[in-house]
Nanobody
C-alpha cells in the first residue's frame, strides 16, 4: 500500500523559509516521481514542483514558485523535501506530496493521475 506522510509545515513571516518533508512507504521509491501540491481555501489544488525518478533525473516547477522553491529526494531514506525560500503571503496553503509511477507529468500543475497522496501539512505565511 502506497503511503506518504508530510511534515514541516507551520507559521512563517513573509520573506522567511520553511522546509517540508515527505516520507514514503509501501512502494519502490525510485520508480516513482514525487510531486508537491498546494491548495489554498477556495482554490483548486495546484502542483508546484515535481522530481522524476533517478532514472529520469528531471525536476519541474510551476511559474509561481520557480527560483524560490527547491524539490529534492533522498533514495536512501525514501524521503522527498520541498525547500521554500522567500515565502509570500500567497504561498499560504495546505501542502501535499504525491507519487506518480515512472515520470513527472507534462504539466506540473495538473493533479490528475497520481497514485498516492499524503494527508497534507499547513503552511501559513503571515506577519
Amino acid at each position: 500500500q502506497l503511503q506518504l506522510v508530510e511534515s514541516g509545515g507551520g507559521l512563517v513571516q513573509p520573506g522567511g523559509s520553511l522546509r517540508l518533508s515527505c516520507v514514503a512507504s509501501g512502494f519502490t521509491f525510485d520508480e516513482y516521481a514525487i510531486a508537491w501540491f498546494r491548495q489554498a481555501p477556495g482554490k483548486e489544488r495546484e502542483g508546484v514542483a515535481c522530481s522524476g525518478p533517478p532514472s529520469e533525473a528531471e525536476t519541474k516547477y510551476s511559474d509561481s514558485v520557480k527560483g524560490r522553491f527547491t524539490i529534492s529526494r533522498d533514495s536512501a531514506k525514501n524521503t522527498a523535501a520541498l525547500q521554500m525560500d522567500s515565502l509570500k503571503r500567497d504561498d499560504t496553503a495546505v501542502y501535499y506530496c504525491a507519487a506518480m509511477y515512472a515520470i513527472c507529468p507534462h504539466n506540473v500543475i495538473n493533479p490528475r493521475g497520481y497514485d498516492a497522496w499524503g494527508q497534507g501539512t499547513q503552511v501559513t505565511v503571515s506577519s
